[in-house]
């Protein structure tokens, strides 16, 4: 599951303000929370050269900027005023707050609200368990429907277990059928040899961190591929699963390619992302943006496949000492990426 690039990349114009003068922008925009959970964020521009080249820079309702030209040069210095945009243009609205500040995700959390918020925030971890738990039920049965050559008129389901006593007069038990054989890839994985994960080209990654991002996300393949964990400091790591749950392949990003790709997407201006920069380890947010960047390239790499292993990506994580030592000697089944303006390093791994 993932959510269309322009509704995380763009921020939508939502009020006008006029304060003693000076005039405010707020604009919303989703800010991812949690794995495939955004919450709405208001964030605002002020000075009136700002907003007005902000809104004609968009480009998405030219209608917008005219009139908010307009209303600042009949607007009196003294007055306050709130315009809110509908339908392509500014109408007269209340001063105050707005009201998703009210929501129970921007309460603190001393508030009443905090434990709702938690409940919810428990209910849909247990639903995403729940979830995946069938999901990978389902694929075990196609695999070995699949795999068993049976007629596909019958769904090869194993008998509900009956507690009811035999009687003298029963029909004997027959013997169990042999299990079918386990999928070859996975006697292939354990033998020790290489998965069947096959890598999506550069062309291919970029045209997915266009689509999720825009043109600033792009890529260049670097060569050697030179993957020392020790050498490239803090960095992130999404496993890549096959149907069974085991370990095939990854995708690691480096702090610059972290703070890089994940403030691309949550559309940060660059001098917060500098700001990034200048932290230890970048906040939350941008890692959770980083993560949906990585869901993004599991799907890349799934379109890639073919007829090929299918994967799922786990949720992005800190790449621990020791945790990714297969990938050191993985070069020959790896990727390695560099971001243009050399903004980062991202590594692609077939274990």
């Known amino acids: 599951m993932s959510i269309a690039g322009d509704l995380l990349t763009s921020a939508t114009p939502a009020r006008l303000l006029c304060r003693r003068g000076t005039w405010v922008l707020e604009l919303v925009k989703l800010v991812p929370v949690d794995r495939n959970v955004f919450q709405p964020r208001v964030q605002r521009l002020e000075g009136a050269e700002a907003v007005l080249q902000h809104l004609k820079r968009s480009g998405d309702n030219p209608a917008l900027a005219a009139a908010a030209g307009q209303l600042m040069r009949a607007a ?24 998703e500040t009210n929501r129970p995700s921007a309460l603190s959390p001393g508030s009443n609200h905090a434990g709702e918020v938690a409940e919810l925030r428990a209910e849909l971890l247990v639903l995403r368990a729940s979830h995946e738990r069938l999901r990978e039920r389902v694929q075990r049965l196609e695999a070995q429907w699949a795999s068993g050559g049976r007629n596909r008129d019958v769904l090869s389901i194993p008998p509900t277990p009956s507690f009811v ?45 266009h689509a999720l991002i825009g043109d600033q996300a792009s890529v260049r393949e670097k060569r050697p591929v030179m993957f020392s964990p020790s050498a490239l400091g803090p960095c992130w790591v999404s496993r890549l699963i096959d149907d069974e749950g085991h370990d095939v392949g990854a995708i690691v990003a480096d702090r610059a390619a972290a703070i890089a790709l994940g403030g691309a997407l949550m559309s940060l201006p660059e001098h917060e992302i500098e700001a990034q920069r200048a932290l230890a380890m970048p906040s939350d947010d941008i890692v959770g943006a980083m993560s949906e960047v990585a869901n993004n390239l599991c799907e890349t790499i799934n379109q890639q496949a073919g007829g090929g292993l299918q994967v799922r990506v786990k949720p992005i994580e800190p790449l621990l000492p020791g945790s990714l030592d297969w990938a050191a000697k993985a070069a020959d089944r790896g990727l390695s990426c560099e971001l243009q303006d050399s903004a980062g390093l991202l590594f692609l791994f077939a274990r």
């Open 76 to 99: 009196r210095a003294d007055e306050d005023r709130a315009f809110d945009a509908v339908d392509g243009d500014w109408v007269p609205g209340e001063l105050g707050p707005r009201p």
């Open 165 to 209: 006593m035999p009687k003298a007069s029963d029909t004997p038990p027959q013997p169990l059928a042999a299990a079918p054989p386990a999928p070859a890839v996975n006697a292939t994985r354990m033998s020790g040899e290489p998965s069947q994960l096959r890598l999506p080209s550069v062309a291919a990654i970029n045209e997915s961190l």
